[in-house]
């Protein structure tokens, strides 16, 4: 079989290799669909705590099952060959302080397939543990369904915000995850909904995903604080923004990822002063489930979230359009022949 591997930091091949064997409670999978995100790029700059190379990339992966390791139905789990399938890529020591205090997601052992020491899913066939596999309807679109991990990443992100019927919401960014966290919004009670993008192809896509308030600059709005104010872009200037839109008593949220030796000026007066809470947000926390019957549900449009599919021979074309910012949802789709354009 084929798979893209990072064999060093910057460096970027295509290699045939053996298709894996699935071990003792593993799980074979041939990829449908994997999606590109912002981690892979600081995944193959080196800018990821722990990575090791080389590394098959690919973290937001579904599929369809093809073998079964030993183990794997011998307790809850009753999978079987043809299952469609969701992966949560995260796996944990299950034994430290945080493990066993519910936080797993700050376990300093923390692994990502993909992301960290284990292989993802940018190939055509990959491996995981039978309980990081999550079964889909047969009838869920497999491409879109690759949706399902960002979107446990968002459930995480509203996890630790208040979810007040009423309150008025802001979202900084409309790429993916901004994307999410806007859809996810009205389900978590909120009366109004804005986002701020400087980017009109985005606020389009906002536009179909059914965010009404869109704007350049929270300048354009028809109000100054907001009671929740989300940032997705990881963008100091856009978060030194954010901070000043909070209503006294409101939540500030930090869920883009901003690079580690970059610092944000605000006023800790003002924190202080108006009881301003600031709150993080990392990976996936007993979310992975409801992601997959929140994606079941329909509650976020992905259809129009996905624009370009592309095949292992143009990975990297894939990423550097990423980093261009151009397109929608990009995804890695390893036993296609061609890349398409799915959304001009």
């Known amino acids: 079989m084929r798979a893209v591997v990072f064999a060093a930091e910057g460096q970027l091949t295509l290699e045939e290799r053996p298709t894996p064997e699935p071990g003792y409670k593993e799980i074979l999978i041939e990829t449908a669909a994997v999606g590109i995100c912002g981690t892979d790029t600081h995944v193959f700059d080196g800018e990821f705590e722990g990575t090791v190379f080389p590394l098959v990339p690919g973290h937001e992966a579904t599929g369809t099952i093809v073998a079964l390791g030993k183990g794997v139905n011998d307790g809850v789990y009753h999978f079987k060959v043809g299952d469609h399938v969701a992966v949560n890529p995260s796996t944990t020591c299950g034994e430290c302080e945080f493990c066993l205090n519910g936080h797993q997601n700050l376990c300093p052992k923390w692994n990502g397939l993909g992301v960290v020491a284990s292989d993802g899913a940018s190939q055509q066939f990959f491996t995981a543990p039978s309980t990081n596999v999550y079964k889909l309807d047969p009838a869920t ?92 872009t990881g963008n100091i200037r856009a978060i030194e923004d954010a901070l000043t839109r909070v209503k006294p008593a409101g939540f500030f949220q930090d869920f883009g990822v901003a690079p580690a030796d970059r610092t944000a000026q605000y006023s800790p007066f003002r924190v202080y002063r108006d009881e301003i809470s600031i709150v993080g947000t990392m990976a996936v926390l007993n979310s992975f489930g409801r992601a997959v019957e929140l994606f079941q549900a329909g509650a976020i449009n992905a259809k129009a979230m996905i624009s370009h599919s592309f095949t292992l021979d143009d990975y990297a074309e894939a990423l550097e359009m990423f980093r261009a910012g151009t397109g929608r949802k990009l995804q890695i789709r390893p036993n296609d022949t061609e890349s398409r354009v799915l959304i001009p």
Do not use: F
């Not at 690759?146 to 007040?164: K, N, S, T, Y």
């Open 141 to 232: 679109d497999l491409y879109q369904a690759a949706l399902i991990e960002p979107l446990a990443c968002a459930i995480r992100g509203w996890d630790v915000l208040p979810r007040r019927l009423g309150d008025h919401v802001l979202v900084y960014g409309a790429g993916t995850m901004g994307l999410l966290m806007a859809q996810l919004a009205g389900r978590a009670g909120a009366a109004t909904v804005s986002i701020v993008d400087l980017n009109e192809d985005r606020l389009q896509v906002a536009a179909e995903c059914g965010i009404v308030n869109r704007y350049t600059s929270a300048d354009q709005a028809d109000r100054a604080k907001w009671d929740v104010v989300i940032d997705c």
